[in-house]
């Protein structure tokens, strides 16, 4: 299979070390896209607008974080299948992570978007910005189903010891996201909320079609076979929301604290709004690595819990 990679045999370190390096990558992509993002907004649209589109940083990082931590627990069961070799439970275990992620993300999307405007106020989002912020915290609101099905694919991607595929995907399109980001922020200066439609355009529309259409094409074990393979499995389904609620939890129950710290500065004025927007985007450099090590390290775990090799966990850890 193309790029599979089965981390159950041969030297740890350089395993663990060749698949991480292309989820740090990626996330490190994502940041820089976002650093750029904030000096194109700072720089030529003034600090109103960079004020509004980090005014809702920290209910993003809530939002998103648990979406994420979500698409790696879902992650860990087709990991320990693919460890086992047990394909067929594996590609039944994708179809329902699949149907989950419809229902969750739409459902997410729904409520997160129409609470914005009550989200903002409880924030403190001062006037002036509110409307760019709405405007900008919307859109990225209404894009979730995309960022929660790129995450999701970037998951089963991982599950299969395949961490460059998504990397090559973000790679490929960044290029896109800086024109597309740059094109509706000064070609037609649509403000703030051009943030928002170039990240819906770009990096959250066309990488899950992307992925998906390769894991297909290149991974033959993921076409169905039977019914049973497309079919929704309340067992499976149960398996999945132990793992992924849990780790959405966790990765989003930091926000609480920001967001209180978030509100508190919102009431400050526009230009400590300003202020904390450019200093979050440069604090999350300093995350990536350990988030990338601790997905790397949740399929490395899942791969040989399913292989019955609990010894090379224990030298993953080391």
């Known amino acids: 299979m193309a790029n599979s990679k089965e981390m159950t045999r041969g030297a740890v370190f350089p395993l ?3 698949f991480t390096m292309p989820l740090l990558l990626g996330n490190l992509l994502q940041q820089t896209y976002s650093l750029i993002d904030a000096a194109i907004v700072g720089k030529f649209l003034g600090i109103n607008s960079l004020a509004a589109v980090g005014a809702s ?3 993003i990082f809530l939002i998103l974080g648990f979406c994420n931590g979500c698409c790696a627990g879902f992650g860990i069961p087709v990991a320990q299948k693919f460890g086992a070799r047990d394909y067929a439970t594996m590609r039944r275990y994708v179809a329902v992570g699949l149907q989950l992620a419809t229902v969750m993300s739409v459902v997410i999307a729904a409520i997160s978007g129409f609470y914005c405007r009550d989200i903002l106020r409880g924030m403190q989002t001062p006037g002036n910005i509110f409307d ?10 209404i894009g979730i189903p995309c960022t929660f099905f790129y995450n999701l694919l970037a998951s089963i991607h991982a599950g299969f010891g395949d961490s460059k595929t998504p990397f090559l995907v973000l790679a490929v399109l960044y290029g896109l996201e800086c024109f597309l980001g740059f094109i509706l922020h000064l070609g037609v200066r649509m403000g703030c909320d051009g943030s928002g439609y170039s990240l819906r355009f770009s990096r959250k529309g066309f990488p899950p079609i992307l992925c998906y259409l390769y894991m297909l094409r290149k991974f033959p074990i993921l076409r169905a076979t039977s019914s049973e393979d ?4 309340a067992g499976l389904a149960r398996t999945l929301l132990a793992m992924g609620v849990p780790m959405g939890l966790q990765f989003s129950i930091t926000a609480i604290g920001s967001i209180m710290l978030q509100s508190a500065n919102n009431a400050l004025g526009t230009a400590c709004v300003a202020a904390f927007t450019s200093a979050a985007r440069i604090k999350m450099f300093f995350i990536c690595a350990f988030e990338s090590l601790g997905i790397a390290m949740a399929t490395y775990c899942g791969q040989n819990y399913g292989a019955g090799k609990p010894e090379r966990i224990l030298q993953g850890l080391k």
């Open 230 to 233: 497309r079919r929704f499995h």
């Open 57 to 59: 940083t920290s209910v």
């Open 16 to 18: 663990l070390f060749s």
């Open 132 to 141: 760019g912020a709405y405007e900008y915290l919307f859109v990225t609101f």
